[in-house]
T-cell receptor, first 114, second 112 residues
């Protein structure tokens, strides 16, 4: 079956522009996570959804970062007024439920801010 | 959250077994030990998890120390495709956090 799909695969933006990154989770997966991975580091948690409810956004680095999942399936991570330090790979993961189930990751969106 | 210690890197020869260690001395009694791996230019991939008993699946085996302060991921016959960064991640099912906390992991190189 289809795995987690993320688009675009690569995104280049100029500093100050807004960007939107899309995640299509595995159908039927209740939980959805966003992570940020800097070069040479492990992924770091950004935010978590259970269906359409955003239950944890403690990892979002600033109020320029905003995520939504309005119908409990597709999710969008938006970054406003991008800065160079936002350059990273943004990973999306989904799981059947938050507790105990393996997370299935997409291959990420590599964001480069010039 | 339990802190983990893993070697920065390890090397293996193809078709030989690989033992990847992880120390998690501050693990709580309800933390499961998860292992994920990340191949180059891909997202992390679930490998295996366990609580107290040793676990086996088609990908690997997980050996957990009796005191649970360490564990070892065992790849029985390494292939070139197993070259990846391997992450050991204690995860509390009963806690409020279900997100994974990755460290730096162990970069495994496999030589033909």
């Amino acid at each position: 079956g289809a795995g987690v799909s993320q688009s675009p695969r690569y995104k280049v933006a100029k500093r100050g522009q807004d960007v939107a990154l899309r995640c299509d989770p595995i159908s039927g997966h209740v939980s959805l996570f966003w992570y940020q991975q800097a070069l040479g580091q492990g992924p770091e948690f950004l935010t978590y959804f259970q269906n359409e409810a955003q239950l944890d956004k403690s990892g979002l680095p600033s109020d320029r970062f905003f995520a939504e999942r309005p119908e409990g399936s597709v999710s969008t991570l938006k970054i406003q007024r991008t800065q160079q330090e936002d350059s990273a790979v943004y990973l999306c993961a989904s799981s059947l439920d938050r507790v105990g189930q393996p997370q299935h990751f997409g291959d990420g969106t590599r964001l480069s801010i010039l | 959250d339990a802190k983990t210690t893993q070697p920065n890197s390890m090397e293996s020869n193809e078709e030989e077994p690989v033992h990847l260690p992880c120390n998690h001395s501050t693990i709580s009694g309800t933390d499961y030990i998860h292992w994920y791996r990340q191949l180059p230019s891909q997202g992390p991939e679930y490998v295996i998890h366990g609580l107290t008993s040793n676990v086996n699946n088609r990908m690997a085996s997980l050996a957990i120390a009796e005191d649970r302060k360490s564990s070892t991921l065992i790849l029985h016959r390494a292939t070139l495709r197993d070259a990846a960064v391997y992450y050991c991640i204690p995860t509390n099912y009963g806690g409020s956090q279900g997100n994974l906390i990755f460290g730096k992991g162990t970069k495994l190189s496999v030589k033909p």
